[in-house]
């Protein structure tokens, strides 16, 4: 939820905030853009909730993890209390952060070099990570219907 509704938006907002000019002079938040505000969660809304409990079952049917019965239900104090006591991270921008302001600009050359560069970066990390992993470990794609 964080960095889908919050963290993503307070990174935009951070690298261009509600000031912010392009680079001819004209406000960078003008028609169509619109200033957006980062929501912030809260266990009492039904949507954050159901959102929460939407992605963890489907994050523990790819890693095969039994999903208890109570967490299925949206309207219970177990639920409630299971998300309260994540500890969430405080969003700390990134001061280099790179974010496509105009869509015509990207070029494939760009996007082949970063998107490599990327690619490399998670080889590494899924090598660091299949050694803490259990023998025969396998994850289960979900399909889904379009």
Known sequence: FEDYFSNRVKQLTFTFPEDAATSTGAPFWSAPKR???????????????HFIMAASILRAETFGIKIPDW???LDNR????????VMV?????????????DEKATSLTTASIDDAAVIDGLILKLEELSAVLAPGFRMSPIQ???
């Open 89 to 101: 991270p405080e969003f700390q921008p990134k001061k280099d952060a790179k974010i496509v302001t």
């Open 35 to 49: 200033f957006p505000r980062a929501l912030e969660f809260s266990v009492e809304d039904r949507d954050h909730r």
């Open 144 to 146: 889904f219907e379009k």
């Open 78 to 85: 177990e639920l409630a209390d299971a998300i309260k006591s």
């Open 71 to 73: 967490a299925k239900k």
